[in-house]
T-cell receptor, first 114, second 114 residues
């Protein structure tokens, strides 16, 4: 157990729908990062929050949004879902900002859009 | 943006042999590099890291080499074991916006043969 908790583990939904993925960071960590892992196996950076504030954005679609709450958990919202959004979504946490403080990944949420 | 890439998508080695996984990066401003191991159904797991002011770093059975001249990283696994079978990613700590986050390569599937 890495200490980073992601729920749900699996999610199946239809095109056009909206889903929310949840991430609880490791105790004491202030940063949360979201990544998407598609069939090409690459991990693509989506967004980074630090202590409730957005710090950086990757190639995140406008249909996707995220936030980090005062208790530091984060949610990734995916709307108007398309078949191509099917992927594994990982969050990672770290104490500071950037990998120099150590990244710890959760086990991911597998999203299937049908 | 600039990307991190891997030379080979798959690598098969005999149990007990040494494994070498290579990675090329293109962002000369990256200051920190990490190798992750991802087993099926799990999130990426930290293996070893190296800062840009170092050429070599050793861990337990693993060694990372950094050649900044040619922007090349390698991961060496000594006495490869069946439990080493996984996808291995290199990642660079890249500046984006006001913070750094990890940019991942596409991964190498390591298969350990009995």
């Amino acid at each position: 157990d890495s200490g980073v908790t992601q729920t749900p583990k699996h999610l199946i939904t239809a095109t056009g729908q909206r889903v929310t993925l949840r991430c609880s960071p490791r105790s004491g960590d202030l940063s949360v990062y979201w990544y998407q892992q598609s069939l090409d196996q690459g991990l693509h950076f989506l967004i980074h929050y630090y202590n409730g504030e957005e710090r950086a954005k990757g190639n995140i679609l406008e249909r996707f949004s995220a936030q980090q709450f005062p208790d530091l958990h984060s949610e990734l919202n995916l709307s108007s879902l398309e078949l191509g959004d099917s992927a594994l979504y990982f969050c990672a946490s770290s104490f500071g900002q950037g990998a120099g403080y150590g990244y710890t990944f959760g086990s991911g949420t597998r999203l299937t859009v049908v | 943006g600039e990307s991190v890439g891997l030379h080979l998508p798959t690598l098969s080695v005999q149990e007990g042999d040494n494994s070498i996984i290579n990675c090329a990066y293109s962002n000369s401003a990256s200051d920190y590099f990490i190798w992750y191991k991802q087993e099926s159904g799990k999130g990426p797991q930290f293996i070893i890291d190296i800062r840009s002011n170092m050429d070599k770093r050793q861990g337990q059975r693993v060694t990372v080499l950094l050649n900044k001249t040619v922007k090349h990283l390698s991961l060496q696994i000594a006495a490869t074991q069946p439990g080493d079978s996984a996808v291995y990613f290199c990642a660079e700590n890249e500046l984006s916006g006001s913070a750094r986050q990890l940019t991942f390569g596409s991964g190498t599937q390591l298969t350990v043969l009995p």
